[in-house]
């Protein structure tokens, strides 16, 4: 309870909507910060592996395109071109020109790129598994039926 009274968070006030709020913002903190640490000795970032990840499995052996990236995970244009560029220079993807359109590069994990995923993948599950052990597995459950109904609703929105 300490812990959020230092972030302003009045708990037991009846105030459910910012418990919950900042309660979601908080463990995200924490999970970010423990999944970092863990890339980290791959030398990649939790961004680095997103991009990596929406390449490899959503572009295929085709890639995709720097914009359709972009799409997929919502980040600026300069924040993509600063991490493709930094994935490009550690060989993990690459650029080619589309057939038809050379202006339009498709990017494409490599060989290299592949293996890096493949390396992280099962550690990165058992760093998730481990902060999820926390609750148990009908509290986790409950946890992902509900975040995924609230973020079905929030996309319908619109």
Same mark, same amino acid.
Not at 54 to 74: A, F, P, T, Y
Not at 106 to 118: D, P, Y
């Given at each position: 309870?300490?812990?959020?009274?230092?972030?302003?968070?009045?708990?037991?006030?009846?105030?459910?909507?910012?418990?919950?709020?900042?309660?979601?913002?908080?463990?995200?903190?924490?999970?970010?910060?423990?999944?970092?640490?863990?890339?980290?000795?791959?030398?990649?970032?939790?961004? =680095? +592996?997103?991009?990596?990840?929406? !390449?490899?499995?959503? #572009?295929?052996?085709?890639?995709?395109?720097? $914009?359709? /990236?972009?799409?997929?995970?919502?980040?600026?244009?300069?924040?993509?071109?600063?991490?493709?560029? =930094? +994935?490009?220079?550690?060989?993990? !993807?690459?650029?080619? #020109?589309?057939?038809?359109?050379?202006?339009? $590069?498709? /990017?494409?994990?490599?060989?290299?790129?592949?293996?890096?995923?493949?390396?992280?993948?099962?550690?990165?599950?058992?760093?998730?598994?481990?902060?999820?052990?926390?609750?148990?597995?009908?509290?986790?459950?409950?946890?992902?039926?509900?975040?995924?109904?609230?973020?079905?609703?929030?996309?319908?929105?619109?």
């Amino acid at each position: 309870m300490d812990d959020l009274k230092a972030f302003g968070i009045e708990i037991g006030k009846g105030k459910y909507f910012e418990e919950a709020f900042y309660g979601i913002a908080l463990v995200y903190t924490v999970l970010f910060d423990k999944i970092a640490k863990y890339l980290d000795s791959y030398g990649l970032t939790p961004a =680095k +592996l997103n991009v990596l990840m929406v !390449i490899k499995h959503q #572009g295929g052996e085709s890639g995709l395109s720097q $914009k359709d /990236i972009g799409k997929r995970l919502m980040v600026s244009a300069s924040n993509m071109t600063r991490v493709l560029e =930094k +994935l490009e220079r550690e060989k993990l !993807i690459e650029r080619v #020109g589309q057939i038809g359109d050379k202006r339009i $590069k498709i /990017i494409r994990v490599t060989k290299r790129g592949s293996q890096v995923l493949e390396d992280v993948w099962p550690g990165y599950i058992q760093t998730m598994k481990a902060t999820m052990c926390k609750l148990k597995n009908p509290e986790q459950k409950i946890l992902a039926d509900l975040m995924l109904k609230w973020f079905r609703d929030l996309k319908d929105q619109k």
